[in-house]
T-cell receptor, first 115, second 111 residues
Framework: ETGVTQSPTHLIKTRGQQVTLRCSSQ?????VSWYQQALGQGPQFIFQ???????GRGNFPPRFSGLQFPNYSSELNVNALELDDSALYLC??????????????FGPGTRLTVL | GENVEQHPSTLSVQEGDSAVIKCTYS??????FPWYKQELGKGPQLIID?????GEKKDQQIAVTLNKTAKHFSLHITETQPEDSAVYFC??????????FGKGNQVVVIP
């Protein structure tokens, strides 16, 4: 069974630039959720993708967008980067069956630094 | 939305002793409560979870209790080892599959 992987591991961008982060979900999972974790804080929910569509969004502006592909992998795109976007970006995969919430398994994260 | 609070922020224990972390949640509709362990430079690792139809769950040296009336849940780590040193996060979700996390608890196990 393959775990959740993310790329790249680290990324440095300048304010105003755009960034794309990638996530491969765990084998057998169909849902990917993205979280932002600022230093010393708990992860904050950005959005979730199920069946290639956004399935819920947290309190993040529209410049945060995403995609899910037929193989359930996902991308997180952030436009017009701001200094406060510097954080660890985590993706979590799970198997959504329409019933109770299921376990979410996290990848190692992408550390984004905005200068 | 759901608001999860976690106490204490830092906990130091002697090796072999027990550690207890407590969390409270605000949304009475929440029904799933996972706990994650995060080591430096790594993503959160699911260590145990509990659903609202259960009051207690154990898995080897760790256990979780849930009090739905008081809206709080706790993580108990017994016989702590140095490798248990990490940041522990509690979380809650109300069926929409969105995890609301606490701010984390730094556990330090002193050899």
């Amino acid at each position: 069974e393959t775990g959740v992987t993310q790329s790249p591991t680290h990324l440095i961008k300048t304010r105003g630039q755009q960034v794309t982060l990638r996530c491969s979900s765990q084998s057998g999972h169909n849902t990917v959720s993205w979280y932002q974790q600022a230093l010393g804080q708990g992860p904050q929910f950005i959005f979730q993708y199920y069946r290639e569509e956004e399935n819920g969004r947290g309190n993040f502006p529209p410049r945060f967008s995403g995609l899910q592909f037929p193989n359930y992998s996902s991308e997180l795109n952030v436009n017009a980067l701001e200094l406060d976007d510097s954080a660890l970006y985590l993706c979590a995969s799970s198997l959504f069956t329409g019933g109770a919430d299921n376990e979410q398994f996290f990848g190692p994260g992408t550390r984004l630094t905005v200068l | 939305g759901e608001n999860v609070e976690q106490h204490p922020s830092t906990l130091s224990v002697q090796e072999g002793d027990s550690a207890v972390i407590k969390c409270t949640y605000s949304d009475s509709a929440s029904n799933y409560f996972p706990w994650y362990k995060q080591e430096l430079g790594k993503g959160p690792q699911l260590i145990i979870d509990i659903r609202s139809n259960v009051g207690e769950k154990k898995d080897q040296q760790i256990a979780v209790t849930l009090n739905k009336t008081a809206k709080h849940f706790s993580l108990h780590i017994t016989e702590t080892q140095p490798e248990d040193s990490a940041v522990y996060f509690c979380a809650a979700t109300d069926g929409n599959n969105r995890l609301a996390f606490g701010k984390g608890n730094q556990v330090v196990v002193i050899p």
